[in-house]
């Protein structure tokens, strides 16, 4: 390993190589690849409770919409709530299922609605 490094960095051949150097040069390289594998893993934590909020949130526009059609109210026109409740339902359904994809676009929309 000593001649190979030796090689590689266009050293002396004389040379002592310091093996505690080059093993805390190596573990440098692990320790940031665990950091990004923990990174990634938060991340991926992160999109699966924002799609997971996108379901609760249209199953509750889901209900409420339901519940909008059924009831009888003579100040309000049924057919508008009924499509805007749509457009709602749809739209939220189409967020989560962006977020799911990890489009960025659709998280920073959702959250924002």
């Known amino acids: 390993m000593d001649e190979e490094i030796k090689k590689r960095f266009n050293l002396d051949p004389e040379k002592e190589i ?20 923990k990174t990634a893993d938060r991340n991926l934590s992160m999109i699966n409770q ?8 249209g199953g509750m526009s889901l209900i409420i ?15 508008i709530i009924n499509a805007y409740g749509i457009i709602d339902i749809v739209g939220v ?3 989560r299922y962006g977020i799911y994809n990890k489009s960025r676009v659709s998280a920073i929309i959702l959250t924002s609605y």
């Open 50 to 57: 924002g799609w997971i909020a996108g379901v609760v949130l």
């Open 93 to 95: 359904f189409a967020l």
């Open 18 to 37: 310091n093996q505690n150097v080059v093993l805390a040069f190596i573990n440098t390289y692990k320790r940031k690849s665990e950091r990004k594998e």
């Open 65 to 79: 919409w339901t519940i909008g059609m059924f009831k009888h109210d003579s100040n309000v026109n049924g057919t």
